[in-house]
């Protein structure tokens, strides 16, 4: 059993092509002893984004505070406090926050990536 | 990708000795094509607690709304929004509402388990 609390684990930076993009806390992941799968809290600033990548992994995303969208495919969808994202394997992905809170949400992968 | 927002989502009442223990969201599960892990959310109401028992599986849990207590081994862990959880498997456990607010939580498990 393992108990934490998120203001007790430091956020690392999220880099990409020389720019900080989030910070990352993972909450559960192998250090822990998970199995399968990692949990991890990202946050991101007004007007930041995520690197648009894609990877063979799945993420599966659930939004805790702030406001933004997530882009895919062309598509684009709302992000609110409450909102679910299942994100397949290989599927290409952005968020952004377009709000003026922090957008945080989780994500959990396969242990393997975190 | 799936998008989806939970207030759409009709939560399902957790059913243990007659009683209902909690409501049940699957967030994200098989049926969207998840296929390592199942994200479900999880509210208990005010005085209410989880049943009390252990499995084969591990749980990621991280606390959203509300707050409470785990219990686990003899210990007791408080729970608050912002805390995070692993159970290995095997581990007992029982969450309990200890608060005048719903106890709200994400509880992450194999996908085969959901």
């Known amino acids: 059993m393992i108990v934490k609390s998120i203001q007790d684990i430091i956020p690392v930076p999220v880099e ?10 993972i909450l559960i992941g192998s250090g822990d002893g998970a199995l399968l799968f990692s949990m991890r809290m990202f946050d991101i600033a007004p007007g930041g984004c995520s690197p648009r990548h894609r990877h063979n992994f799945e993420h599966e995303i659930y939004v805790v505070g702030g406001s933004g969208t997530l882009s895919s495919a062309g598509e684009e969808y709302l ?8 994100i397949a394997p290989d ?3 952005q968020l952004r926050n377009s709000g003026t809170d922090t957008l945080r949400f989780l994500c959990i992968v396969p ?3 975190e």
């Open 16 to 25: 990409a092509d020389g720019a900080v993009h989030a910070m990352k806390r």
């Open 111 to 113: 242990r393997e990536y």
């Open 91 to 93: 599927e290409e992905h």
């Open 79 to 86: 992000l609110h406090p409450g909102t679910s994202v299942f």
